[in-house]
C-alpha cells in the first residue's frame, strides 16, 4: 500500500523559514516523479513544485520561484521542500503527492496518491 | 498563464447525472485529470488521461475531452459523490488546476 506521510509544518513568522518532509512507503520511490501541491484554507489545490525520480528536472510555481527549494533523498525515501522567505499567501495545508510516472512525459503527469497534509501558518 | 475554469457549484438529486465542465483554451489538446476532495480529506484521483479509471473508481465515473471543454460526467449520483472537484493539466513545465467545483447531492 502506497502512504505518504508529510511533516515539518508548524508556525512561523513572515520572513522566516521552515523545511517539509515527505516519507513514502509501499512503492519504489526512485521510480516515479514526486510533487508538492498545497490548499490555503478553504481555497483550491495549487501546485508549488514538482521533481522527476533522479533530480534533473525541476520545476517550481512562480508564485514561489526562487524562494522554494524542493530535493529527494531516494536512499531514504523522502522527499523535501525547503521554504524560505514565507508571506502570508504561503499559509496553507501542503500535500505531497506521488506522479504515475517518472517524469519523463509531464504531459500525461498525474497525482495519483497524496498523503494527508502538513498545515503552514505564516503569522507573527 | 494557462486556466482552467469550473463552475463554483451545482446540486443533483440522487440518482441524478452530475456533468462538472471544465473550461481551457484548446483543452482538448490535452491531457485532463480529475481529482475528488470530501471534506477534511485529501484529493483522490477518479479520472486520468481524459477517460481512464483507476482501479476502485466505480464505472458510473467517466470523463470526456474536446475542444475547449473537458467534462467529468457521474452517473446515478449517490450521497458519497458529495465532494469538491478539481480537473488538472500540465502546460508549459506547470501542472494547473481547475477553480473547483462544490457538488451538493440533494
Known amino acids: 500500500e502506497v502512504q505518504l506521510v508529510e511533516s515539518g509544518g508548524g508556525l512561523v513568522q513572515p520572513g522566516r523559514s521552515l523545511r517539509l518532509s515527505c516519507a513514502a512507503s509501499?512503492?519504489?520511490?526512485?521510480?516515479?516523479?514526486m510533487h508538492w501541491v498545497r490548499q490555503a484554507p478553504g481555497k483550491g489545490l495549487e501546485w508549488v513544485s514538482g521533481?522527476?525520480?533522479?533530480?534533473?528536472?525541476?520545476d517550481y510555481a512562480d508564485s514561489v520561484k526562487g524562494r522554494f527549494t524542493i530535493s529527494r533523498d531516494n536512499a531514504k525515501k523522502s522527499l523535501y521542500l525547503q521554504m524560505n522567505s514565507l508571506r502570508a499567501e504561503d499559509m496553507a495545508l501542503y500535500y505531497c503527492?506521488?506522479?504515475?510516472?517518472?517524469?519523463?512525459?509531464?504531459?500525461?503527469?498525474?497525482?495519483?496518491?497524496w498523503g494527508q497534509g502538513t498545515l503552514v501558518t505564516v503569522s507573527s | 498563464s494557462y486556466v482552467l475554469t469550473q463552475p463554483p457549484s451545482m446540486s443533483v438529486a440522487p440518482g441524478q447525472t452530475a456533468k462538472i465542465s471544465c473550461g481551457g483554451h484548446?483543452?482538448?489538446?490535452?491531457?485532463v485529470h480529475w481529482y475528488q476532495q470530501k471534506p477534511g480529506q485529501a484529493p483522490v484521483l477518479v479520472v486520468y488521461?481524459?477517460?481512464d479509471r483507476p482501479s476502485g473508481i466505480p464505472e458510473r465515473v467517466s470523463g470526456s475531452n474536446s475542444g475547449n471543454t473537458a467534462t467529468l460526467t457521474i452517473s446515478r449520483v449517490e450521497a458519497g459523490d458529495e465532494a469538491d472537484y478539481y480537473c488538472?493539466?500540465?502546460?508549459?513545465?506547470?501542472?494547473?488546476f481547475g477553480t473547483g467545483t462544490k457538488v451538493t447531492v440533494l
Open positions: 503527492a506521488k506522479d504515475y510516472g517518472s517524469g519523463s512525459y509531464p504531459q500525461v503527469s498525474h497525482f495519483d496518491h
Open positions: 509501499g512503492f519504489t520511490f526512485d521510480d516515479y516523479a
Open positions: 488521461k481524459d477517460s
Open positions: 484548446n483543452i482538448g489538446s490535452k491531457n
Open positions: 488538472q493539466v500540465w502546460d508549459s513545465s506547470s501542472y494547473v
Open positions: 521533481i522527476n525520480w533522479n533530480s534533473v528536472n525541476i
